[in-house]
């Protein structure tokens, strides 16, 4: 459930993201980062807002903690590392060293169902990309892809997502 504390961080980084954006409509997420860092630190944010950032910020952390700590092919020709976690579902991580045969299984069927969603989701893009490719092709005065999903694919403002854009 998105809170309008939530908005309101959205709404800072869009802003920052619109602010940033070049005559091709383009942006480097390293500005970016730094440009919502500082309406973060300068401007006079509401605590609630602040709390939320900063809860963001501690996610982020232990996102950033647990990818760093993700098993993965080591020198030695193993995954294995004592000081790696394994992410079992539900937001329970056990360290490598700690982890049981039945933590193994969970772990192996977890992997294999991302897998597949993966794969699903990759399957999704590659025919998205492809189809308004050949659009592309097929109708050489259109340059952009809001142009052409609007003129070939019909898409109207009407068709906005949860965020409005």
């Known amino acids: 459930m998105t809170t309008t504390t939530d908005i309101r961080l959205q709404h800072i980084v869009e802003q920052s993201a619109v602010a940033l954006t070049d005559s091709a409509g383009r942006f480097h997420k390293r500005r970016l980062t730094e440009a919502v860092r500082e309406k973060l630190a300068n401007e006079d944010l509401d605590p609630h807002i602040r709390d939320a950032a900063?809860?963001?910020?501690?996610?982020?952390?232990?996102?950033?903690?647990?990818?760093?700590?993700?098993?993965?092919?080591?020198?030695?020709?193993?995954?294995?590392?004592?000081?790696d976690v394994i992410k079992l579902g539900n937001g329970i991580w056990v360290w490598m060293d700690r982890a049981t045969d039945s933590d193994l299984l969970e772990w192996r069927r977890l992997s294999r169902r991302n897998r597949a969603r993966v794969d699903l989701a990759d399957n999704e893009i590659q025919?998205?990309?492809?189809?308004?490719?050949?659009?592309?092709?097929s109708n050489a005065d259109v340059l952009y892809l809001g142009d052409l999903e609007r003129v070939v694919f019909g898409w109207s403002e009407d068709q906005t997502d949860l965020f409005g854009t």
């Open 54 to 83: 900063l809860d963001r910020l501690a996610q982020s952390l232990v996102t950033g903690f647990g990818e760093q700590r993700n098993p993965r092919r080591r020198q030695t020709g193993g995954l294995f590392h004592p000081q």
């Open 127 to 137: 025919d998205y990309a492809d189809e308004r490719l050949d659009a592309f092709r």
